[in-house]
Protein backbone atom coordinates (compact mmCIF):
# COMPACT_ATOMS: atom_id res chain seq x y z
CA UNK A 1 0.00 0.00 0.00
CA UNK A 2 1.62 3.22 -1.42
CA UNK A 3 -0.03 5.68 1.15
CA UNK A 4 1.70 3.72 4.05
CA UNK A 5 5.41 3.93 2.54
CA UNK A 6 6.75 7.21 3.91
CA UNK A 7 5.66 5.84 7.66
CA UNK A 8 7.26 2.54 6.64
CA UNK A 9 10.55 4.18 5.88
CA UNK A 10 10.56 6.02 8.82
CA UNK A 11 9.77 2.78 11.10
CA UNK A 12 12.20 1.02 9.06
CA UNK A 13 15.06 4.00 9.30
CA UNK A 14 14.73 4.01 13.06
CA UNK A 15 15.16 0.22 13.30
CA UNK A 16 18.02 -0.04 11.51
CA UNK A 17 19.78 3.15 13.20
CA UNK A 18 19.25 1.55 16.78
CA UNK A 19 20.33 -1.70 15.23
CA UNK A 20 23.60 -0.12 14.21
CA UNK A 21 24.09 1.71 16.81
CA UNK A 22 24.14 -0.94 19.70
CA UNK A 23 20.68 -0.83 21.21
CA UNK A 24 19.04 -3.49 19.80
CA UNK A 25 20.50 -6.50 18.03
CA UNK A 26 22.00 -7.11 14.99
CA UNK A 27 21.10 -10.67 14.51
CA UNK A 28 17.81 -10.76 16.00
CA UNK A 29 14.92 -8.22 16.63
CA UNK A 30 15.35 -7.25 20.11
CA UNK A 31 11.61 -6.02 19.92
CA UNK A 32 9.03 -4.33 17.86
CA UNK A 33 9.40 -0.69 16.81
CA UNK A 34 6.02 0.80 15.35
CA UNK A 35 4.41 4.18 14.68
CA UNK A 36 1.10 5.39 14.30
CA UNK A 37 -0.51 6.38 11.07
CA UNK A 38 -1.44 10.00 11.20
CA UNK A 39 -5.66 10.85 11.61
CA UNK A 40 -5.95 6.44 11.21
CA UNK A 41 -6.95 4.28 13.20
CA UNK A 42 -4.02 2.25 12.17
CA UNK A 43 -0.04 1.21 12.59
CA UNK A 44 3.44 0.69 11.25
CA UNK A 45 5.21 -2.18 12.61
CA UNK A 46 7.92 -3.98 12.50
CA UNK A 47 7.90 -7.89 12.44
CA UNK A 48 8.43 -9.81 15.41
CA UNK A 49 11.50 -12.40 15.19
CA UNK A 50 12.93 -10.56 12.51
CA UNK A 51 16.82 -9.09 12.16
CA UNK A 52 16.51 -5.26 11.78
CA UNK A 53 18.93 -4.75 9.33
CA UNK A 54 17.80 -6.55 6.02
CA UNK A 55 14.15 -5.36 6.49
CA UNK A 56 13.17 -3.77 3.64
CA UNK A 57 9.87 -1.57 3.74
CA UNK A 58 7.59 -4.36 2.30
CA UNK A 59 8.45 -6.63 5.29
CA UNK A 60 6.64 -4.18 7.65
CA UNK A 61 2.72 -4.96 8.86
CA UNK A 62 -0.12 -2.46 8.83
CA UNK A 63 -2.86 -3.22 11.46
CA UNK A 64 -5.98 -1.81 11.99
CA UNK A 65 -6.49 -0.83 15.61
CA UNK A 66 -9.68 -2.26 17.60
CA UNK A 67 -11.29 -0.69 20.32
CA UNK A 68 -12.61 -4.27 21.31
CA UNK A 69 -10.84 -5.58 23.70
CA UNK A 70 -10.07 -9.25 23.22
CA UNK A 71 -8.00 -9.96 26.29
CA UNK A 72 -7.08 -8.24 29.50
CA UNK A 73 -6.43 -10.72 32.22
CA UNK A 74 -4.03 -9.06 34.45
CA UNK A 75 -5.74 -5.77 33.66
CA UNK A 76 -8.86 -6.75 34.19
CA UNK A 77 -10.11 -4.21 36.90
CA UNK A 78 -8.37 -1.62 34.83
CA UNK A 79 -10.12 -2.11 31.93
CA UNK A 80 -13.73 -2.79 33.58
CA UNK A 81 -13.38 0.41 35.81
CA UNK A 82 -16.20 2.43 35.22
Known sequence: MVKFDPLK???LGCAHWL??????????SGGNISARVPDENSLVITPSGKPYLPLAGDDL???VISSRITACS????ICNAP
Open 61 to 63: CVI
Open 74 to 77: VWEQ
Open 9 to 11: QEV
Open 19 to 28: SEHGYLGKTS
